[in-house]
């Protein structure tokens, strides 16, 4: 809704069951439903307000991961809805097009909240009403489509929901849903098809590929839009990222897009239990029939911000501050709601260097920004620094490896409310493996 210059939208969050998987009902979440929630749409430029109602019987929070927002509304645990109550955010969109995303923040219960479904996209539009899509297929639901992954825990037997499996990366689930979805399937009307891939998982990753013919191009990362689309054959989503890639169908074959074994870097023990070698299919993708003409790959893309921090590389002078990834804790320490970890000036640019001395897969997430991901020295696979060219505000490291950001500040000062950075695997962030900042 559109009054008086501000976009406004209600969720309202609760509790229910849920047939996900055909005979098997489980106790799940939503907004303003009992699974997921609604995809929330608004152009850089435009005042939005969003009001949120807790209908659970536990207290909530609703975040906005990867949105570039004054750290009151960020909607951490700093901003605590308790049940029954009403919290509202409202802020400016400030930020290119992008594929974003909404879920609870509370300390110690966001696993048990987002596993649930609590969980929800907010894309950001170049323009009001899809303008400037670059080429891109853009028509939601019909050649442009979100997908939501998600893994729950279904019981042998196949009829009840089952337990979780403790991993060193947290809880794995056995069955995938797509939107809320088993077994998904989507009949293309279009030859090329934009997918909106959201990994909203506790702990499993998803190596994302097709199985059947077809071509996979990726043109978006967490927060745009890369500079040109790129041929892959993988890409891989950890808990948090996303992913924009399009599809391109060969007349008349269907395809499968499919999730394969990947490589997280632990021992292979934990590689098992972490859910390394699993694969399963996500989306089954049927061909229009006949060959109708459509929209072609695009050569480049308008990302030329991204491209212009990495080509400026860093201002000698800038700021380098160093992230340690323990087990289960950055820094040597766990979160303290009251501690402040740093201060960084309104506006810098600084380098954050995030190592993972540990033997366990993190990533890194960092709010209120969206950062580029330098490509190491010795980095000389052309689609993987093509794929790091574009913004992103959660980074997967491996044990042994070390990522260094190049992370612009955003304007919006406040010295008593802080953003935090985190490993946004859940059962770590619950854990307290987080750090908070301020920008003043
Ligand atoms: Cu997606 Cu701090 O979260
Ligand atoms: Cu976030
Ligand atoms: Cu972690």
């Known amino acids: 809704r559109v009054a008086g210059g501000v976009r406004s939208f209600r969720l309202e969050a609760r509790s229910g069951l849920t047939e996900l998987v055909p005979g098997v009902r489980f106790r799940t979440m939503g907004y303003n439903g009992t699974f997921l929630g609604p995809t929330l749409r608004a152009a850089r430029g435009e005042r939005v307000r969003v009001a949120v109602s807790n209908g659970l019987t536990l207290p909530t929070t609703a975040h906005w991961h990867g949105m570039c927002l004054p750290a009151a509304q960020d909607g951490t645990p700093h901003q605590p809805i308790s049940r029954g109550r009403t919290w509202t955010a409202e802020w400016t969109i400030d930020q290119p097009a992008a594929t974003l995303w909404y879920h609870p923040h509370p300390h110690g219960q966001t696993e048990g909240q987002v596993v649930r479904g609590l969980a929800g996209l907010f894309l950001v539009e170049e323009a009001p009403g899809g303008a400037g899509s670059a080429g891109l297929p853009s028509e939601y639901g019909v050649d442009d489509v979100p997908l939501i992954l998600q893994d729950v825990a279904v019981a042998s037997g196949g009829r009840a929901e089952g337990g979780r499996v403790q991993a060193p990366v947290g809880r794995l689930g056995n069955t995938v849903l797509v939107n809320g979805t088993h077994q998904a399937h989507f009949s293309a009307s279009t030859p090329l098809v934009r997918l909106r891939v959201l990994n909203a998982s506790s702990a499993r990753c998803y190596n994302l590929g097709l199985k059947g013919g077809g071509r996979l191009w990726l043109v978006g990362t967490d927060g745009g839009l890369v500079p040109e689309p790129a041929a892959l054959e993988r890409v891989l989503l950890s808990p948090g990222e996303r992913a924009e890639v ?28 972490g859910g390394a070698r699993d694969e399963f299919d996500l989306l089954r993708i049927s061909a229009p029939a006949g060959a109708p003409a459509g929209a072609e790959v695009p050569a480049s893309l308008p990302a030329p911000e991204a491209a212009a921090l990495m080509a400026a590389g860093l201002a000698v002078g800038t700021t380098v501050r160093t992230f340690d990834l323990g087990g289960r804790s950055i820094n040597g ?106 920008v003043v």
């Open 246 to 273: 399009l599809v391109e169908l060969a007349s008349g074959t269907d395809v499968v897009l499919r999730s394969f074994a990947h490589d997280l870097g632990m021992a292979t023990g934990d590689e098992r239990l």
């Open 333 to 438: 320490a766990v979160l303290a709601m009251d501690r402040i970890d740093l201060a960084v000036p309104a506006g810098a640019v600084e380098l954050w260097r995030v190592a993972n001395g540990s033997d366990r897969a993190h990533n890194f997430h960092v709010h209120g920004v969206q950062f580029l991901v330098r490509p190491a020295a010795g980095d000389h696979d052309g689609a993987g620094i093509t794929a790091r060219l574009g913004w992103k505000d959660t980074v997967l490291v491996r044990p042994g490896e070390s990522v260094d950001l190049v992370v612009p500040f955003g304007k919006h000062a406040d010295a008593d409310v802080p953003y935090m950075y985190h490993c946004h695997l859940l059962w770590h962030e619950d854990q307290g493996m987080m750090g908070q900042f301020t």
